[in-house]
């Protein structure tokens, strides 16, 4: 889970958001996330892990559907 660990650790840098309020399975909205604050933390998730997150991405949001997301992105894809 260590991407997880890396996203928590992001929103707490970004947001001010105490890492250990952070649920992986409560709704990012919860901690007070706007459309706009979403918007910037995918933007930075998408530099930070070298991903690109689809723009139909209604499904993700909690922690752990992030995390979900990310790693499936980032497994090597096989042509």
Do not use: C, W
């Not at 901690?31 to 933007?43: H, I, K, P, R, T």
Request: no cysteine.
């Amino acid at each position: 889970m260590k991407t997880l660990e890396e996203l928590k650790q992001m929103i707490h840098e970004k947001f001010e958001i105490d890492t250990a309020t952070l649920k992986p399975d409560a709704p990012l909205a919860d901690y007070g996330l706007d459309s706009l604050s979403l918007a910037e933390l995918l933007f930075t998730v998408e530099e930070h892990f070298d991903v690109d997150i689809p723009d139909n991405r209604q499904d993700v949001n909690t922690l752990a559907s992030l995390a979900e997301l990310i790693d499936g992105l980032r497994v090597p894809q096989h042509a």
